[in-house]
């Protein structure tokens, strides 16, 4: 056993040492080095285990509800466009696939996967290939993709002509605290979304998110998700929205869209409020996702109890998005 680690030993016998709460903070002389690289390794290996540990697929109801959110999540990608799913088939057996969503005149990689067995031979290049051409036939002039931590898939992006950009602040609460009273604005009025409103939301999604998805909104209305939407008292005009939606598993807070950086807190204070009014808001976990360029959010959801649970990497061929004055509705659809 190294010297250094018999010194740390003999110091945690002191009667002197202090209550580790209460620690001396002082500069490291040369004799604390060897002792404060062990110091690194041993809560990095912690918190490399911490990371299996979480690996979301060790129990198998996890697994199952996983496939099903993939099987449901390619099935709809698969229904909108019917060259959006692609695969890579080696005689019959399915060996790689990707997906992707297009929302003129936004393109996001959704699915980008090659069996262990078959990978680092060049499958993933070709069907890089493959999604670049219906991305271009689609007419979408930009790209963009949530990435896994693969350096494998970070070269295929840099080759595709993709740059890395601000990450994913993925947020979590299990028991967050939502305003009892809804929020004042004298300038501003709002009332619940109906259905009467996907043209105005279009209007405002092709303002801030880049792209339209009436569509898409349509649909989470009419599966249960609900929300306000906010207009100038004066003007009447509408300067966004927010939707909020309690899935089996988890409530999820976003899309919030706000045409300006000076009334984004409202709509997420309204988003939190109209979270708070949902039947048993307590009884699963939230989630919000949105782009590390949204600073105005992370003050007010650390104060409600969410923590980022992860930075995710993201990449694109050019910006898309106001993402500052703008929540995701979720990881894989911004
Ligand atoms: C990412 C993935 C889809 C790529 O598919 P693939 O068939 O393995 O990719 P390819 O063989 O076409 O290309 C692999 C590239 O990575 C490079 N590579 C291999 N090991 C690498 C490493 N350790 N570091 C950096 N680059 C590496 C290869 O040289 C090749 O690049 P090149 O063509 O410039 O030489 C596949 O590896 C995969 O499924 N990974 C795990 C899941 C994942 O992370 N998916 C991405 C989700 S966002």
């Known amino acids: 056993m190294p010297r250094a680690h018999y010194r740390r030993y003999d110091l945690s016998m002191s009667s002197t040492i202090r209550d580790p709460s209460t620690p001396n903070i002082e500069p490291a002389s040369q004799d604390d080095i060897v002792a404060a690289a062990y110091v690194y390794q041993a809560a990095a290996e912690a918190l490399s285990e911490q990371f299996r540990a979480r690996n979301p697929w060790t129990n198998s109801a996890a697994r199952a509800e996983d496939l099903q959110l993939a099987i449901r999540t390619l099935a709809t990608l698969r229904a909108s466009d019917d060259r959006s799913v692609i695969v890579a088939r080696d005689q019959h057996e399915i060996i790689g696939l990707t997906a992707v969503q297009i929302q003129h005149p936004h ?34 002039t930009v790209t963009t993709l949530a990435s896994s931590r693969d350096p494998k898939a970070w070269q295929r992006y840099l080759r595709f002509g993709l740059y890395p950009g601000p990450p994913l602040l993925p947020f979590r609460a299990v028991n967050p605290s939502f305003p009892g009273t809804i929020p004042e604005n004298r300038d501003l009025a709002n009332r619940p979304i109906t259905s ?24 989470w209305l009419a599966e249960g ?110």
Not at 196 to 219: F, H, K, M, S, Y
Not at 235 to 249: E, K, N, Q
Request: proline share 4%; aromatic share 8%.
């Open 107 to 140: 393109a996001h990689i959704a699915f980008y996967f090659v069996h262990p067995t078959a990978q680092n031979r060049g499958v993933g290049r070709q069907l890089l290939d493959r999604i670049r051409d219906v991305i271009d036939q689609s007419g979408a």
């Open 196 to 219: 009467n409103d996907l043209d105005t939301i279009a209007e405002l999604d092709r303002e801030v998110r880049g792209a339209d998805r009436r569509e898409r909104i349509g649909q």
């Open 225 to 334: 998700s609900v929300g306000s939407i906010v207009n100038e008292r004066v003007s009447g005009a509408a300067i966004g929205y927010a939707l909020v939606t309690m899935g089996p598993h988890h409530g999820q807070i976003g899309p919030v869209v706000s045409t300006s950086l000076e009334h984004f807190s409202y709509l997420l204070d309204l988003a939190l409020y109209v979270a708070g009014t949902v039947p048993n808001p307590h009884k699963r976990p939230w989630r919000v996702d949105l782009s590390a360029r949204n600073h105005l959010a992370i003050g007010t959801l650390l104060d409600a109890g969410f923590s980022a649970e992860n930075l995710v990497n993201w990449f694109e061929s050019d910006p898309i998005g106001k993402w500052d004055r703008y929540i995701f509705r979720d990881e894989d659809e911004l």
